[in-house]
């Protein structure tokens, strides 16, 4: 895979650092002034959207946070849980509240006020119900990030709560112990 991204200066990453395409945390490769190549495991084909892009596409990039740098949102770490559906979009204001789906296996890792990554953009979750949640889009959100572009139907990249994800794998092994 190949991303053109000069405007964020890749020139100055390094190769073998880490850069979220579209919330997934993939390896920079054949680094130049205009952007770098990524691999894609069957692991990341399987479990995300990005086996489904076209060529020009876009994309929400992020590069990795440096130790020391300021945290200013959720803990986000680029390892994509699987796909959520957009099941609705409805204006409110200036914003919109997007309704999506997850798969029932993930959706216990959704709390209302918690967090969750959608195709690597961070948002608080305002509502939840069984395997479905509402977050708030606000105009920034809407125009600086591909979710503004987002239809019903569309399939988006979802990293549920990383606490959430390690709570529950402690309590399982408690059961065992």
């Not at 789906?101 to 979750?125: N, Y």
């Not at 549920?160 to 309590?171: G, I, K, P, S």
Request: aromatic content about 4%; hydrophobic content about 40%.
């Amino acid at each position: 895979m190949r991303i053109d991204c000069a405007e964020l200066e890749p020139h100055r990453w390094q190769e073998g650092d880490s850069v979220a395409v579209a919330g997934c945390c993939l390896t920079v490769l054949d680094l130049d002034e205009s952007g770098f190549s990524a691999d894609l495991s069957g692991e990341t084909l399987a479990r995300t959207s990005l086996g489904k892009l076209s060529e020009g596409d876009p994309v929400n990039l992020e590069p990795a946070l440096a130790a020391g740098d300021r945290l200013g949102g959720h803990l986000v770490t680029g390892h994509v849980d699987g796909l959520a559906e957009v099941v609705s979009i409805t204006p409110a204001g200036d914003s919109r509240i997007y309704r999506f789906r997850v798969p029932a296996a993930l959706a216990r890792f959704v709390a209302e006020k918690g967090s969750v990554t959608l195709d690597g953009v961070s948002l608080t979750v305002n509502a939840v119900e069984n395997d479905e949640f509402e977050v708030n889009l606000i105009p920034h959100t809407l125009e600086v990030t591909t979710l503004g572009r987002l239809e019903v139907g569309a399939v988006v990249n979802l990293e549920v709560d990383l606490v959430a994800r390690y709570l529950d794998r402690l309590a399982e092994m408690r059961g065992q112990a």
